[in-house]
């Protein structure tokens, strides 16, 4: 299985053109997949529903152009919300 989101997607949606912060977006996309399957339960992949793939490319997008440190969810929170896993 692929990723959710590729180094390729990401880079498009970030509008970045060189390579060399590769490495860092790359970071950024694994912290965006962990954050986003750590709150809806699942392994994401490339068939993930929009709504999830779309989260994590917000995510990237306010850790790549604002520097944050934590990946929030709020932002993200109606995209993610009708897919959580209920826990017991």
């Known amino acids: 299985m692929t990723a959710p989101v590729s180094l390729t997607e990401a880079k498009l949606f970030l509008r970045v053109e060189h390579d060399a912060e590769d490495s860092l977006i790359q970071t950024l996309i694994d912290a965006a997949r962990a954050r986003v399957e750590g709150e809806v339960?699942?392994?994401l992949t490339s068939t993930s529903p929009a709504p999830l793939r779309l989260a994590?490319?917000?995510l990237i997008l306010r850790a790549y152009e604002r520097g944050e440190g934590?990946?929030?969810v709020p932002p993200v929170e109606a995209w993610i919300a009708p897919y959580r896993v209920v826990r017991l």
Do not use: D, T, Y
């Open 41 to 43: 339960g699942l392994s």
């Open 56 to 58: 994590i490319l917000m």
């Open 70 to 72: 934590e990946m929030a």
